[in-house]
């Protein structure tokens, strides 16, 4: 009987834990930041793995270069692509977490300084659907806990 508090409190604890640390990290920007430069006719490929949530890019090159953002699921979507030196970009990534690739290619004859700033904010979305799935299923099991604890109490005091 213990051994089922124990594991009902250590089940609401981690769940609740969860949706306040979503709620933390919604409501704080991660951001990343790159400088690299592109030797002529070189192509610079990054990946990263985003969380579903708003994503926010600004890109700043010396001359203009293809700047692409695509990721795969058996085969390639591509989200942006621009000829472009500069531009701020703002992704909604409502899907599960996966790889996002980003290719910049120089075509020109000349190097290219690019910088990229990568700001992610908003909630994940995957952690809250996760808390709020743990949180009901925690409180659900804590109510049959209870109900069954009077009812074989009132079933134990009538004997």
Known sequence: MRLIKLVIVFFLTFSISLGVATVIRGLIPEELTSGITLLP???????YRWPPRFVRI???????IIFQIYYTNHENHTIIEKYTDRGLFTIN???????YYILMQNTLNKSVNVNLYITFYGFEKDFVHLSIILNTLS?????VYVYLSIKRSNIESQD
């Open 139 to 143: 409180i659900s099991i804590s109510f």
């Open 41 to 47: 006719y070189e192509s610079y490929t990054a990946i």
């Open 58 to 64: 600004e890109l700043r090159s010396s001359d203009k």
């Open 93 to 99: 990534v409502r899907q599960r977490r996966l790889n």
